[in-house]
């Protein structure tokens, strides 16, 4: 049943009219979507230059069947109404930048910064459009990059694990004898207690609870190596998290970065790598300690409000929808 007040289905059912026939009457008559000036181009792109401001964010995000489309918003809106500066179909930075660059060059050079992620294209836009301003590559992207690495540790002892118990299934199988798991001292087996160690290796030591903490223990005296890897992991976000000098965080990065390189562990090269590709932009963060919350949680505004019309039939409509509320 639907609980929203305002729904279509239910004025519909109060009215006693088909819903499909006021769905119909609302975009055609009362929304004024077919007077909207940027109707004819939606689907492809929507600019609104009068809310380019000083700081920003870019990102994509899908709006029906893996569609993407990159985002700027303006971060002092605060996600609500003259959010939205720019919505255009697609990623590839070469039609991204001749849109943007339509924006008089006057009003591009008043942004100071900019907040991203990784992307390559996501750089290359924001230089060409935005030449006066500061890059900021975001630090959750680079901590989930760390994160991830840690994970990737945890999955391979896992496989294994499941790998060698199914050999002893079969081998207890074979001999015509019951199979039991060996478990350790918090109940869990060597399958569980990889499996369930999951959330735990995402946070800091100091917000597990008691049973994580006993978790952890036996993890890491089992798993030597996914100590080491979540140990630097929570180096890197302790660097970001209480450091507010930008060089004094230049040079424990750089520390982080030896540290990472003896530790030959090739998930941590592979980051160190990213890291060293955007190290200046990184190290911008604690310029204004900026990120690109503001551009994620906009992402979620809008899958919460695709969610409420049960998916995008209709792209350029949506959209219409979305800039009426935020642009």
């Given at each position: 049943?639907?609980?929203?007040?305002?729904?279509?289905?239910?004025?519909?059912?109060?009215?006693?009219?088909?819903?499909?026939?006021?769905?119909?009457?609302?975009?055609?008559?009362?929304s004024g979507y077919n007077d909207w000036s940027q109707k004819s181009h939606a689907e492809n792109w929507l600019?609104?230059?009068?809310?380019?401001?000083?700081?920003?964010?870019?990102?994509?995000?899908?709006?029906?069947?893996?569609?993407?489309?990159?985002?700027?918003?303006n971060k002092y809106a605060k996600g609500g109404p003259g959010a939205i500066v720019a919505i255009i179909k697609?990623?590839?930075?070469?039609?991204?930048?001749?849109?943007?660059?339509?924006?008089?060059?006057?009003?591009?050079?008043?942004?100071?910064?900019?907040?991203?992620?990784?992307?390559?294209?996501?750089?290359?836009?924001?230089?060409?459009?935005?030449?006066?301003?500061?890059?900021?590559?975001?630090?959750?992207?680079?901590?989930?990059?760390?994160?991830?690495?840690?994970?990737?540790?945890?999955?391979?002892?896992?496989?294994?694990?499941?790998?060698?118990?199914?050999?002893?299934?079969?081998?207890?199988?074979?001999?015509?004898?019951?199979?039991?798991?060996?478990?350790?001292?918090?109940?869990?087996?060597?399958?569980?207690?990889?499996?369930?160690?999951?959330?735990?290796?995402?946070?800091?030591?100091?917000?597990?609870?008691?049973?994580?903490?006993?978790?952890?223990?036996?993890?890491?005296?089992?798993?030597?190596?996914?100590?080491?890897?979540?140990?630097?992991?929570?180096?890197?976000?302790?660097?970001?998290?209480?450091?507010?000098?930008?060089?004094?965080?230049?040079?424990?990065?750089?520390?982080?970065?030896?540290?990472?390189?003896?530790?030959?562990?090739?998930?941590?090269?592979?980051?160190?790598?990213?890291?060293?590709?955007?190290?200046?932009?990184?190290?911008?963060?604690?310029?204004n300690r900026s990120t690109n919350a503001s551009a994620e949680s906009f992402n979620a505004k809008i899958k919460?409000?695709?969610?409420?019309?049960?998916?995008?039939?209709?792209?350029?409509?949506?959209?219409?929808?979305?800039?009426?509320?935020?642009?």
């Amino acid at each position: 049943m639907d609980n929203n007040p305002l729904s279509t289905s239910r004025i519909a059912k109060l009215y006693k009219t088909d819903i499909r026939r006021l769905q119909k009457a609302y975009k055609d008559k009362l929304s004024g979507y077919n007077d909207w000036s940027q109707k004819s181009h939606a689907e492809n792109w929507l600019l609104f230059s009068k809310n380019l401001g000083f700081y920003l964010s870019i990102d994509e995000t899908s709006l029906s069947n893996g569609e993407l489309y990159t985002i700027l918003t303006n971060k002092y809106a605060k996600g609500g109404p003259g959010a939205i500066v720019a919505i255009i179909k697609g990623t590839k930075s070469e039609d991204i930048i001749k849109r943007l660059n339509t924006i008089p060059v006057s009003r591009r050079n008043m942004v100071k910064e900019i907040t991203l992620d990784m992307a390559g294209s996501m750089n290359l836009i924001a230089k060409k459009c935005f030449p006066k301003a500061t890059i900021v590559t975001d630090r959750f992207h680079v901590q989930m990059l760390a994160s991830d690495a840690v994970q990737e540790q945890r999955i391979k002892f896992r496989w294994k694990a499941i790998d060698l118990e199914n050999e002893a299934i079969s081998e207890a199988k074979k001999l015509n004898q019951k199979f039991h798991s060996y478990t350790f001292s918090n109940g869990d087996t060597r399958k569980q207690l990889l499996a369930r160690s999951r959330f735990l290796l995402f946070k800091s030591s100091t917000k597990w609870t008691k049973l994580q903490v006993q978790r952890a223990e036996i993890l890491f005296k089992e798993y030597p190596t996914i100590q080491e890897t979540y140990l630097l992991a929570q180096k890197l976000s302790y660097i970001f998290e209480n450091n507010t000098d930008k060089d004094i965080a230049r040079v424990k990065l750089a520390k982080w970065y030896n540290e990472v390189e003896s530790s030959g562990y090739k998930a941590f090269n592979t980051i160190s790598k990213s890291i060293y590709n955007h190290y200046e932009s990184i190290l911008n963060y604690f310029n204004n300690r900026s990120t690109n919350a503001s551009a994620e949680s906009f992402n979620a505004k809008i899958k919460d409000f695709r969610r409420q019309f049960r998916g995008v039939r209709d792209i350029p409509f949506f959209l219409f929808r979305l800039c009426k509320l935020y642009a």
